[in-house]
């Protein structure tokens, strides 16, 4: 099946007889954007923490393109196009803007953290950061200190430096997470913006953005796969009603937790 660029099979996680990944069947199809919903303690994040190896499964298997990633390195997973952005904010916030494209950049050409290179030779990436940074709608804020920066275009330079890798998957956890309602709005737009040739994989509690822009969503339970489909299939499940504590279809749509 060549339009599946990521599948999980069996994938489980175990700590000390708790089960917090349990047999995962994970299919995402190339060029989709695919949410991973579910309520907290669900297992959202212990999966993304197994798909970019932060951590190994216990058992199962994790197919990028078809090959077998399962005992990779996180580094290994990174270079093959495999690129994850943290809940929290990973940003240098005493660097600007532009300076934090350009590192992310010179990760992928494999000349990181030389800070010590002339100006002149650190330049060289300064048009390719400015692009990304246009992408963003951030090219106006390129030299401002990002420790200045609102809390939402922080993660619109997340999202930029995580693009300077060039991903073909990439790996959103929580992008909207601490918002208000013009910030969320801006990042749903930009994550929909920048999924034009890749795939997005993101965790999110918010129903509204999932129903906005995900082709496909999986509902985890108790770290087990409850449902899969589209919004309207998955909010339309009593068993995925039941899991967010009975709410009702409305409920679920505003659902932020």
Not at 47 to 74: E, V, W, Y
Not at 223 to 243: C, T
Request: proline letters at 3%; charged letters at 20%; a neutral charge.
């Amino acid at each position: 099946m060549t339009d599946v660029i990521l599948e999980t099979r069996l994938l489980t996680r175990e700590f000390k007889g708790f089960t917090a990944v349990s047999e995962v069947n994970l299919q995402v199809r190339r060029g989709h954007i695919h949410a991973l919903i579910g309520p907290n303690g669900a297992g959202k994040t212990t999966c993304f923490n197994l798909l970019t190896r932060f951590l190994a499964p216990t058992s199962g298997q994790i197919l990028f393109n078809g090959r077998d990633i399962t005992k990779l390195t996180p580094v290994q997973v990174a270079r093959l196009g495999i690129i994850r952005s943290f809940q929290i904010s990973a940003v240098f916030p005493h660097l600007s803007v532009l300076e934090n494209v350009r590192i992310g950049l010179q990760r992928r050409f494999g000349s990181s953290f030389q800070f010590w290179r002339s100006d002149r030779v650190l330049k060289q990436w300064d048009a390719q950061a400015m692009a990304l940074l246009e992408t963003v709608d951030l090219a106006a804020l390129a030299d401002v200190k990002t420790v200045d920066l609102p809390y939402g275009r922080k993660r619109a330079l997340e999202i930029a430096t995580t693009l300077a890798m060039e991903p073909e998957l990439m790996l959103l956890d929580e992008p909207t997470q601490g918002m208000g309602h013009e910030d969320v709005h801006r990042v749903t737009e930009l994550i929909q913006r920048v999924s034009a040739g890749r795939t997005i994989l993101m965790v999110e509690h918010n129903m509204q953005v999932v129903s906005g822009i995900c082709d496909r969503i999986s509902v985890l339970q108790r770290g087990a796969l409850l449902a899969e489909g589209s919004y309207a299939e998955v909010s339309s499940d009593p068993r995925v009603m039941e899991a967010y504590m009975g709410s009702s279809d409305a409920e679920l749509q505003g659902a932020h937790g």
